[in-house]
């Protein structure tokens, strides 16, 4: 069975830094794109990043832009979202996102998810 696990939330200050990791594990022959999805309370679940296999082209949802970097190392299944000067509008669940093709089915890129994690803005 092949998970997400995100890690690396928490309680940071406005103008502060947090580093999200996920990292995918299990029968894996290969990963697609990886992303970084939020949610924030009463709110849309909205794309923050994405990062291409092979070229690594990123994408970014505007309001992030210029602040989150997101990253990938494709050799140990993971992918990073460095978010740096964090406002209090950042405050939401991130989830990780990836398109993986197990093992068991090579040809086919299933959408998994990770189960979130808590990132808090606030003085």
């Known amino acids: 069975q092949v998970q997400l696990v995100e890690s690396g939330g928490g309680l940071v200050q406005p103008g502060g830094s947090l580093r999200l990791s996920c990292a995918a594990s299990?029968?894996?022959?290969?990963?697609?794109?990886m992303a970084w999805y939020r949610q924030a309370p009463g709110k849309q679940r909205e794309l923050v990043a994405a990062?291409?296999?092979?070229?690594?082209?990123?994408h970014y949802a505007d309001s992030v832009k210029g602040r989150f970097t997101i990253s990938r190392d494709d050799a140990k299944n993971t992918a990073d979202l460095e978010m740096n000067r964090l406002e209090p509008e950042d405050t939401a669940v991130y989830y990780c996102?990836?398109?993986?093709?197990?093992?068991?089915?090579?040809?086919?890129?299933?959408?998994?998810w990770g189960q979130g994690t808590l990132v808090t803005v606030s003085s």
């Open positions: 299990g029968s894996i022959f290969s990963i697609n794109t």
């Open positions: 996102n990836a398109f993986v093709a197990t093992m068991a089915a090579k040809s086919w890129n299933r959408e998994l």
């Open positions: 990062i291409t296999t092979g070229s690594g082209t990123t």
